[in-house]
């Protein structure tokens, strides 16, 4: 076998091992925005980051630091809900359910 006819065959082994790795990984996000979806009311720590959140979007980014000493996660949560205009709520579970695919 010529070293390009081999090459190809490592090629379509490789492309076509991508496919299911993919269909795995969406599988795998669409179960848990399922699962998250299904919690009724968010832990302690999630409502302090979506009250945080709220308050920058009424205060301005300064009010989140004299409340709270990491604010990166409810900034994260105020600017996605100012650019989706859903509640906090509901934007606070899309960087939740990441790290779970």
Known sequence: ??????NSARTATVTNGALPVR??????????FIAVMNSRVP????????N???????????RATQDFDWPPF??????????TRLDLESVARIPD???FA
């Open 23 to 32: 269909v795995v990984f969406i599988a795998s996000l669409l179960l848990s």
């Open 1 to 6: 076998m010529s070293p390009i006819a081999n």
């Open 52 to 62: 945080v959140a709220c308050d920058i979007l009424d205060h301005g980014i300064s």
């Open 43 to 50: 832990n302690r720590d999630g409502m302090l980051y979506i």
């Open 97 to 99: 359910a990441q790290p």
């Open 74 to 83: 409810s900034i994260l949560i105020a600017d996605l809900g100012y650019v």
